[in-house]
């Protein structure tokens, strides 16, 4: 074998390979630290472009979700306004029938229809007070449909809509009810049987669509996590392979800095030899 003393040969050569040893030694290192296989598009482009739109996917539907939370604590709200709203019905209709026992006086009457009145006062100004977040929801504008976003994407099935019938003694049909007779009374419980009625058909939509968002949350999050599983596997690192190349770039950098060392000496032994 030729010994040169202008090109090292050996030397470049070990140069080289421990160059690329380093490099792939500080990957190894770059990836066990941050745990991300793919941390650039120069690592795996496709699977960066992948996984970019795996986790636009996986923040929309954590923000349906939310959505979907928030709808329950809407119909929460609108339910608990109509749940007080029975209860003055109920209250209205005993009155009703204690007006309408031929023992009360006219007096007494007057007493029983002024409760009565302030009643179906209350009955209004709970709905006109019953809102969430700003949004009405007793007062009929939500008559025409109230959204829910529970999907990623635009289509109607990614929606849900409910409507919400206003509750004011107008619409409940009690509005020109009065107590002060016993022909009223009779006039008044029947009215007040139909406006029970409806809010119970009122409560039992809403706990219908309640029902139906704590199923879309359970989907949402079923969905969610499997796209993460997704995500994970195309840019996170595989601990134990890495490991794996991290401690075979070790032991390559250890070899190819004693390889460098010893071809450097090269050059040495031609001068032994002039010398």
Not at 76 to 102: F, H, P, W, Y
Not at 215 to 242: G, H, K, P, Q
Request: aromatic share 2%; hydrophobic share 35%; no cysteine.
């Amino acid at each position: 074998m030729s010994i040169s003393v202008r090109t090292n040969v050996s030397s470049l050569t070990a140069q080289s390979n421990l160059g690329k040893t380093s490099a792939d030694l500080q990957k190894s290192i770059s990836r066990l630290s941050s745990g991300l296989r793919v941390e650039s598009a120069a690592d795996d482009a496709a699977g960066l472009a992948i996984s970019e739109d795996f986790k636009a996917s996986i923040r929309s539907l954590d923000q349906a979700r939310r959505n979907a939370n928030d709808g329950v604590s809407m119909i929460q709200t609108a339910d608990g306004s109509l749940k007080e709203i029975g209860g003055l019905l109920t209250r209205m209709r005993e009155l009703s029938v204690q007006a309408r026992n031929g023992t009360v006086n006219t007096q007494q009457r007057g007493y029983l229809n002024d409760e009565f009145g302030q009643l179906r006062s209350e009955i209004d100004r709970i709905v006109n007070t019953t809102e969430f977040n700003g949004v009405d929801l007793l007062d009929g504008s939500q008559a025409g449909g109230l959204d829910f976003q529970v999907g990623k994407d635009t289509s109607t099935d990614d929606r849900l809509t409910m409507s919400i019938a206003t509750s004011s003694a107008s619409a409940l049909g009690i509005s020109a009810s009065t107590i002060s007779s016993t022909s009223g009374a009779d006039s008044a419980i029947t009215a007040l049987d139909t406006a029970i009625q409806s809010i119970s058909t009122r409560r039992a939509g809403l706990g219908a669509m309640q029902n139906r968002l704590s199923t879309t949350m359970s989907n949402l999050d079923t969905y969610s996590t499997n796209l993460a599983a997704a995500n994970s596997r195309i840019v996170d690192v595989d601990v134990a392979s890495e490991t794996a190349s991290l401690t075979k770039n070790q032991i390559l950098m250890q070899a190819g800095t004693a390889m460098l060392a010893q071809a450097n000496q090269g050059p040495q032994s031609a001068l032994q030899l002039l010398g």
